[in-house]
């Protein structure tokens, strides 16, 4: 069986680190994972007056999340939380009430940045309204990655072994993460 996993890139700048850790990272995916990007720069903003009519793009995002075994959140940090693109994203496929494309979808957290601390606050909050949606959430490893130079091979992939080792580590168990839920699920 091939697990999907839905990636969620918090940031809609074109050289985004996240976007190219997130490229990465579907490097890394072992045999039986498949990760595929999922788009949301053309999600309108939120707006519960539209519940009952959802635009394309929303009903897009919310198939996209469903057709997936989990979903692997990317996120920067912008002003010590989010992005307003990621949130966005996140109460489309919510909505409306009671018909939640993320409950009880296995998640994982990762982000990169220029600062010392990574993404770690942005990550914090987003675990917190993981944990509202009903998605149980990869609690160990954490990453906290900061961009160096280097980091990024010239083919897109993680340069350092070191930092190569610790991601594929990340991956693994994040995909025994799924596959654990996938089992949980299909025994019940």
Not at 71 to 100: C, M, W
Not at 161 to 173: A, I, W
């Amino acid at each position: 069986m091939t697990y999907r996993i839905a990636v969620v890139v918090g940031s809609l700048r074109r050289d985004s680190f996240n976007r190219r850790l997130a490229q990465a990272l579907a490097k890394l995916a072992p045999q039986g994972m498949e990760f595929a990007q999922v788009r949301i720069d053309d999600l309108p903003l939120y707006n519960q007056d539209d519940d009952a009519g959802q635009a394309e793009p929303v009903r897009r995002l919310k198939s996209e999340i469903a057709a997936a075994q989990g979903v692997l959140f990317v996120t920067p940090e912008y002003n010590r939380s989010i992005p307003g693109v990621l949130k966005n994203a996140i109460d489309h496929a919510s909505r409306p009430y009671g018909q939640s494309a993320w409950a009880g979808k296995p998640a994982a957290v990762i982000g990169i940045s220029i600062g010392a601390i990574g993404t770690a606050l942005a990550q914090q909050h987003l675990r917190n309204v993981l944990a509202y949606l009903d998605m149980p959430t990869l609690g160990q490893p954490e990453m906290f990655l900061q961009d160096k130079p280097g980091l990024f091979a010239a083919d897109g992939s993680i340069g350092p072994d070191d930092t190569k080792q610790f991601l594929q580590k990340f991956v693994e168990r994040f995909a025994e993460f799924v596959r654990h839920h996938a089992d949980a699920v299909a025994n019940r």
